[in-house]
């Protein structure tokens, strides 16, 4: 695919320093990445409620919301979820520059990838949140039975049973979601933004 070479980045007349100032709270990415059945959408869905019922600017990223749109044209080949990524990365980066505190919740389970990520955000931007729980748990758990397909054979490339999923090794936090109830790792996500002063 040929790239575009006639392009030109325009900067904005309204900084994300302005819209911080304005908003009167700090802007970031919560990247909460885990296996499939960890509780990343449950919680990073509960952050985001608790942030708008503090009047935070806040938005969710899904996986399964943004493959209905943005990433309908991607399967889930190793390339295609360094694609996946890549993109909700971008979005991500819109966000905080926005002066939005938005939370993501992939599996995104290439290490590489999400360092990928992190480098097109400034220093505490990306803010790595770790759920981490036993796979023995969250197949347990299995909300969409995609570990029991999986298991059969009817699933292809899933992670954690034919395809790897690579932990973080220096995670900004991570919640142990097989210990901690929702409330208990909202507040810990809360204390971190607050140590921040993000909020």
Same mark, same amino acid.
């Given at each position: 695919?040929?790239?575009?070479?006639?392009?030109?980045?325009?900067?904005?007349?309204?900084?994300?320093?302005?819209?911080?100032?304005?908003?009167?709270?700090?802007?970031?990415?919560?990247?909460?990445?885990?296996?499939?059945?960890?509780?990343?959408?449950?919680?990073?869905?509960?952050?985001?409620?608790?942030?708008?019922?503090?009047?935070?600017?806040?938005?969710?990223?899904?996986?399964?919301?943004?493959?209905?749109?943005?990433?309908?044209?991607?399967?889930?080949?190793?390339?295609?979820?360094?694609?996946?990524?890549?993109?909700?990365?971008?979005?991500?980066?819109?966000?905080?520059?926005?002066?939005?505190?938005?939370?993501?919740?992939?599996? *995104?389970?290439?290490? /590489?990838?999400?360092?990928? !990520?992190?480098? %097109? &955000? +400034?220093?505490?931007?990306?803010?790595?949140?770790?759920?981490?729980?036993?796979?023995?748990?969250?197949?347990?758990?299995?909300?969409?039975?995609?570990?029991?397909?999986?298991?059969?054979?009817?699933?292809?490339?899933?992670?954690?049973?034919?395809?790897?999923?690579?932990?973080?090794?220096?995670?900004?936090?991570?919640?142990? *979601?097989?210990?901690? /109830?929702?409330?208990?790792? !909202?507040?810990? %996500? &809360? +204390?971190?933004?607050?140590?921040?002063?993000?909020?």
């Amino acid at each position: 695919m040929t790239k575009a070479t006639n392009i030109t980045w325009h900067a904005s007349t309204v900084s994300k320093a302005d819209r911080r100032v304005q908003n009167g709270h700090g802007s970031a990415v919560l990247w909460f990445t885990g296996l499939s059945g960890s509780g990343k959408s449950t919680i990073a869905n509960a952050v985001s409620s608790e942030l708008y019922r503090q009047g935070i600017n806040e938005y969710v990223l899904d996986g399964d919301n943004i493959r209905h749109g943005l990433n309908k044209d991607l399967g889930f080949s190793d390339h295609d979820r360094t694609e996946n990524i890549r993109r909700i990365g971008e979005v991500a980066k819109l966000f905080v520059d926005s002066g939005a505190i938005v939370t993501t919740a992939f599996i *995104s389970p290439f290490r /590489t990838d999400r360092d990928q !990520v992190r480098e %097109i &955000f +400034e220093e505490g931007e990306f803010i790595e949140v770790f759920v981490d729980c036993p796979i023995e748990e969250c197949e347990r758990r299995d909300p969409k039975q995609l570990y029991a397909k999986a298991r059969r054979g009817e699933i292809k490339d899933f992670t954690g049973i034919d395809s790897p999923y690579e932990a973080p090794e220096h995670p900004e936090v991570t919640v142990r *979601s097989d210990l901690l /109830t929702v409330e208990q790792a !909202v507040e810990q %996500i &809360f +204390e971190y933004l607050k140590d921040k002063n993000i909020i």
